[in-house]
């Protein structure tokens, strides 16, 4: 089940709650709604990473644990704020990854994911318990071009 709060409007905060699953599309189409179309097959790739590390790390696929995600525009910066109910995020992966260099080798065991936020965000950003992760991307950007077009 998926709850929505509201759409997000000037610098009201929207929220969508749902229960641990990796059936993350219906999801996705509603955090990207508001993106401009040459920014969402990069910030859907973001939000998809961010969101299966909730569900199958955070909350262990559990259906009765739920995630939610907190979202707002403000001026050209979009903001996502996701929450789960698991036990927290190790920050042993963190030192692995290099958001300037390049991907972690093929046979390590975390990291791919976490680049992939950080090639993707402006900022990104864990609670110190490591149950929620805040997102920004700045849309206008005159530093770069979208990853994907």
């Not at 990854?97 to 900022?123: A, M, N, T």
Request: aromatic content about 10%.
């Amino acid at each position: 089940m998926i709850a929505i709060s509201r759409r997000p409007v000037g610098r009201c905060w929207a929220t969508i709650s749902f229960a641990s699953t990796l059936y993350l599309c219906p999801i996705l189409d509603l955090l990207v709604a508001e993106i401009p179309d040459q920014w969402q097959a990069e910030v859907r790739l973001g939000l998809q990473e961010a969101l299966v590390n909730a569900a199958k790390h955070g909350n262990k696929l559990d259906p009765s644990k739920t995630v939610v995600v907190r979202f707002a525009m403000l001026a050209d910066h979009y903001w996502w704020v996701i929450s789960d109910q698991g036990s927290g995020f190790s920050s042993c992966c963190l030192s692995q990854v290099d958001p300037d260099g390049h991907l972690p080798p093929e046979e390590s065991e975390c990291g791919r994911g976490l680049y992939i936020l950080y090639k993707v965000f402006e900022q990104v950003v864990w609670n110190p318990d490591g149950t929620e992760l805040s997102l920004c991307k700045q849309i206008k950007s005159r530093y770069r071009l979208p990853l994907f077009r």
